[in-house]
């Protein structure tokens, strides 16, 4: 990759980020995951080799063969809220 395809910067670096996974309603938060990343305007890119790991494993800790840590976050509806 030679230049951001989102602002056509061309000053990309090679870095680690949390990336996270949405299928189903389901999600997975991983961390330490290598991109690239624009310096101008932080879009990140991702291997897809890297983006199919992440999926793999993803379906492995929905099938309960594996498990790490987990955490509870809570959800909020923000057009059920009183905005005044």
């Not at 494993?57 to 309960?64: L, M, R, W």
Request: hydrophobic fraction near 35%; proline fraction near 2%.
């Amino acid at each position: 990759m030679q230049q951001c395809s989102f602002c056509g910067n061309k000053h990309l670096k090679t870095t680690v980020t949390e990336y996270t996974y949405r299928q189903n309603g389901a999600y997975m938060i991983f961390q330490n995951v290598p991109a690239i990343q624009c310096e101008f305007c932080g879009e990140k890119y991702f291997d897809a080799n890297t983006l199919k790991r992440i999926e793999s494993e993803f379906i492995a800790v929905k099938n309960g063969t594996r498990h790490t840590k987990e955490i509870r976050v809570p959800i909020e509806d923000f057009s059920a809220l009183d905005v005044a």
